[in-house]
């Protein structure tokens, strides 16, 4: 049986007190929505988005997104021509990236429409065997587009930060410090990881988290 986030949410909850106290003064979350072009589409954002502030990666990636009519397929990016690419203000290495994903996609190496169905750690695999994606970014896929529970980002900083504030140390502890910390919480590291972005935001000058 599926178990959905507010049970995963009661289920975590109840393993820690002091993770349960985030809980209730954060309130609850969501599953973001889906890319509206699909889980493809979703990881040409990824790759675009990275290294830019968000108004000149939101205005590269309009543009890209304006260059194919229809749905953004790997097949409708290899359509397009290098010029094309460069003109919508990508540079050469995150043009080199999203062609290699959309070649990765078409030979099978990474497979979107199954991977659903394929566990975490394969379908991670496949994704950082493509240029320019790295752990985090298939991490994200994983959490934000794909909706996974069981994911436990250890290198990213605001997650370790957060950490420290549920459970107060001396230091942030190291992605190797922090892998084992959440095995308490299999199968719904996703809720811990998510939790630990609230808790850092609701320190005072912590940046906000949309939670929905």
């Not at 493809?40 to 890209?64: K, P």
């Not at 190291?174 to 811990?192: A, D, H, I, M």
Request: hydrophobic share 45%; proline share 7%; glycine share 8%.
């Amino acid at each position: 049986m599926t178990v959905g986030l507010a049970e995963a949410t009661d289920r975590v909850a109840a393993v820690d007190p002091a993770l349960a106290r985030v809980i209730r003064r954060a309130g609850p979350i969501h599953h973001r929505k889906r890319d509206p072009d699909g889980p493809f589409a979703a990881l040409v954002r990824a790759i675009t988005f990275q290294q830019l502030s968000g108004r000149s990666a939101t205005a590269i990636h309009g543009r890209l997104r304006a260059l194919v009519d229809g749905a953004f397929t790997p097949e409708a990016l290899v359509d397009l021509s290098d010029e094309q690419l460069l003109g919508a203000g990508l540079s050469h290495n995150k043009m080199a990236a999203l062609r290699d994903l959309a070649a990765k996609v078409l030979d099978g190496t990474v497979v979107l429409r199954a991977g659903a169905r394929m566990p975490d750690a394969e379908i991670i695999e496949r994704l950082v065997s493509v240029r320019g994606i790295g752990p985090w970014t298939a991490e994200m896929f994983l959490i934000f587009e794909l909706h996974r529970l069981d994911v436990w980002p250890v290198d990213d900083l605001g997650v370790r930060q957060g950490f420290t504030h549920i459970w107060p140390r001396d230091d942030v502890p190291t992605p190797k410090q922090l892998e084992p910390e959440g095995e308490r919480f299999r199968p719904y590291r996703t809720v811990l990881a998510r939790y630990c972005w609230a808790a850092a935001a609701l320190e005072p000058g912590g940046t906000s988290v949309d939670l929905r």
